[in-house]
């Protein structure tokens, strides 16, 4: 396969799981505790909270869809390219939408360590 297919499925990879990443922080963050919910709610009430919260379903979804991306992916490039690239590319892209999205405190601890992930990656790629 050739390179363009690889880098392509990377970033269906990246894509989906970070929809599918900032679809259930924002669910859990409406659905709220789920410890709580248990102990005062019972197991029952956790169960119906999350299978009938719409953002949790469909961030399943994509989670689902990045998952077989990346098993495609893999047929198609080396798992030492396809492996790291995806992992930290969706790293970058999870810290990006959730400053930007979900007002999220990204602080530059975090910026530089990505940065520096996806470095480590663009040096592999080469």
């Not at 495609?72 to 030492?80: A, H, K, M």
């Not at 530089?112 to 080469?126: D, E, S």
Request: include cysteine; charge should be positive.
């Amino acid at each position: 396969m050739n390179h363009l297919a690889v880098w392509g499925g990377i970033a269906a990879v990246v894509i989906a799981s970070t929809v599918g990443d900032i679809l259930q922080s924002r669910a859990m963050k409406e659905i709220g505790d789920l410890g709580l919910v248990r102990k005062s709610e019972g197991l029952g009430a956790v169960i119906r909270r999350v299978t009938t919260n719409t953002r949790f379903m469909i961030g399943l979804a994509f989670m689902a869809v990045g998952f077989f991306c990346l098993l495609v992916t893999l047929s198609w490039g080396d798992v030492s390219i396809v492996g790291p690239a995806s992992a930290s590319l969706t790293f970058l892209a999870n810290a990006l939408v959730a400053h930007i999205y979900l007002k999220e405190n990204v602080d530059r601890r975090r910026w530089m360590a990505a940065l520096c992930i996806a470095g480590g990656v663009a040096l592999l790629a080469q």
